[in-house]
């Protein structure tokens, strides 16, 4: 309690959040080279603020707004003029990021996270031009992996005046766990690229309440009593009071790969050149993840694809090679002519991402200069491989735990030399990766004059040629897109039609035969329908002609 504040009545829940996706909450970093930090106590552990945490709750408590007044008494206010306004009655420690569930004596996790155990996320904008990486575009974060556990605590103090009582308090906590449970607040940044899904553990949930408004009730919390204890149903007494809860439309994709699907990974191996992308399950074991920021991309290039398409608009073609540039300088609102500083370039590529407002409303702004700039309201989660891949067997294929050759005629510890005297994977893990799906691929570049393979131009690829995916899902705040929401959702449609009929390919080297992908299922669950349907009910049902109207009226409208 704090001193000095009347305090009748208190709730306290203690538990864990699990991460199910990466999780990046930013830090201070003294090297603005260095990839974007993840924040640190000052013991240099990992950890969510509770200014973090107390920003999401009260977010997802507010709705779709306006907050009413039993909010700001509850979570604090201050006024925009004079003096005036509270503290907030909810108080939410720093989550310290945790490997296991245990804590010692004092409450605190006894296996912190190791910051050397962080993931790195590479970002790259591709430009529509050039199809190459966009100059001044690159960029990566530290993420704290999937699997680890945040530890929670939150309590909310009860002066029991009028409305703002004891009762409406601890309904609200039960509220916030319960959604904290069923995965529905996000934490961190890149929510909108599917980091920051935490989901509440039921089996270490402790939920306290205490009273100290009478000599017995202080008595039970003096000695522990167990009767304090509650279960989170019970604390549901009565209505929250809270605003509405947001729209949202949900969207699940069943597919499957017709060649190898892939991102880039982080680094190289000593031995195989290219590896996939790998993110944790558990702490000994890695799978296949394909990035919400790779799959978000690949559906906004074919959305603004879909767009100048339907407008005829210059800068359409598929080809974005073809375009010249002085075409692309105006279709992008700048100047970007060939031999052109690398700023120009780069604000030219902001600018042609920001131009079309139903891009802009469903996937977010790129520039902080735009007049309605606003998070996209399209969220693309991570799609893992089916595949579980033990660390040690992904550490020997990486070449981490064996020293490289000191020439070429030696064999590293953990492979050997083919008949080339090249490093090569031994045949044992050569199996067992075929057995997971991935095979080694060896590609090799021809020397245009002689005919022969070129010297040192000889390259591997691990590819995931046989591996089953989980269901791309998507989800659309339809609150957030408030006026745009009929034309982008007509946008939405026509993509995932594309989608469903091959034209857009996924993950990385898409111009080399990867990337082809056969859709066997998709569903929309959320307005404007009134249950789960599939693509082609949705397009042919009569929920589709006022979204067919806006499109065709928002077409007429001109675009900067």
């Avoid at 009748?8 to 203690?14: D, E, F, K, L, N």
């Avoid at 990466?22 to 240099?44: F, K, M, N, R």
């Avoid at 050397?116 to 591709?126: D, K, N």
Wanted: overall charge negative; proline content about 7%; hydrophobic content about 40%.
């Amino acid at each position: 309690m704090r001193v000095g504040r009347h305090v009748v009545s208190r709730v306290r829940a203690r538990g864990w959040l699990r991460t199910e996706s990466p999780l990046h909450v930013g830090g201070l970093s003294g090297d603005p080279t260095e990839p974007l930090p993840i924040a640190l106590d000052g013991l240099g552990r990992v950890h969510v603020p509770g200014t973090t945490l107390a920003g999401v709750l009260r977010s997802w408590c507010r709705g779709i707004g306006p907050e009413p007044d039993s909010l700001r008494e509850m979570w604090g206010s201050v006024p925009e003029r004079g003096d005036g306004g509270r503290a907030s009655r909810v108080i939410v420690a720093d989550a310290l990021v945790a490997t296991t569930c245990r804590v010692d004596e004092h409450g605190l996790p006894v296996t912190p996270l190791d910051p050397a155990l962080l993931e790195f996320r590479p970002f790259v904008g591709i430009d529509r031009a050039t199809g190459a990486a966009a100059p001044e575009f690159l960029y990566g974060r530290a993420v704290v992996p999937a699997g680890c556990y945040l530890r929670l605590e939150i309590d909310i103090e009860s002066a029991e005046l009028g409305e703002h009582s004891a009762e409406l308090d601890q309904t609200r906590m039960a509220a916030l766990l319960e959604a904290l449970g069923r995965g529905e607040i996000r934490l961190g940044a890149a929510t909108g690229r599917g980091l920051g899904s935490v989901r509440l553990l039921d089996d270490s949930l402790d939920v306290v309440v205490d009273r100290f408004d009478s000599p017995e009730g202080l008595l039970a919390v003096l000695r522990d009593d167990p009767a304090r204890r509650r279960s989170v149903r019970s604390l549901r007494t009565g209505d929250t009071r809270l605003p509405d809860r947001r729209e949202v439309l949900e969207v699940s994709i069943s597919w499957r790969p017709l060649a190898p699907v892939m991102v880039r990974g982080t680094s190289n191996g000593l031995i195989v050149d290219t590896l996939p992308l790998t993110t944790r399950v558990d702490r000994r074991h890695l799978t296949l993840v394909l990035p919400g920021s790779s799959l978000k991309g690949a559906l906004r290039s074919h959305a603004e694809f879909v767009e100048l398409t339907a407008r005829n608009a210059p800068g359409s073609r598929s080809d974005g090679a073809e375009t010249p540039s002085g075409e692309h300088a105006r279709t992008s609102g700048e100047k970007s002519a060939p031999g052109g500083s690398v700023a120009a370039h780069s604000a030219a590529f902001r600018a042609r991402l920001d131009r079309l407002p139903a891009v802009r409303a469903l996937f977010g702004a790129a520039r902080d200069d735009v007049a309605d700039r606003r998070a996209g309201a399209l969220r693309v989660e991570e799609c893992q491989a089916e595949v579980t891949i033990p660390d040690a067997l992904w550490r020997s294929v990486a070449g981490i735990d064996s020293a490289p050759p000191a020439d070429a005629e030696d064999a590293p510890a953990g492979g050997h030399a083919d008949d080339g005297g090249r490093r090569a994977l031994p045949e044992g893990l050569l199996d067992r990766l075929e057995g997971m799906g991935m095979a080694q691929a060896d590609h090799v570049a021809l020397d245009r004059w002689t005919g022969g393979a070129a010297d040192g131009r000889l390259f591997h690829v691990l590819e995931p040629h046989a591996v089953d995916w989980a269901p791309i899902r998507l989800s659309v705040d339809l609150t957030r897109l408030g006026d745009d929401r009929d034309h982008a959702l007509a946008l939405l449609l026509l993509t995932l039609r594309d989608l469903a009929a091959g034209r857009i390919s996924l993950g990385a080297l898409v111009n080399r035969g990867f990337g082809d992908i056969d859709v066997r299922a998709i569903t929309l669950t959320g307005r404007p329908w009134t249950k789960p349907v599939t693509l082609p009910e949705a397009l042919a049902g009569q929920e589709v002609e006022p979204i067919a109207r806006a499109w065709a009226h928002y077409l007429t409208q001109e675009v900067p």
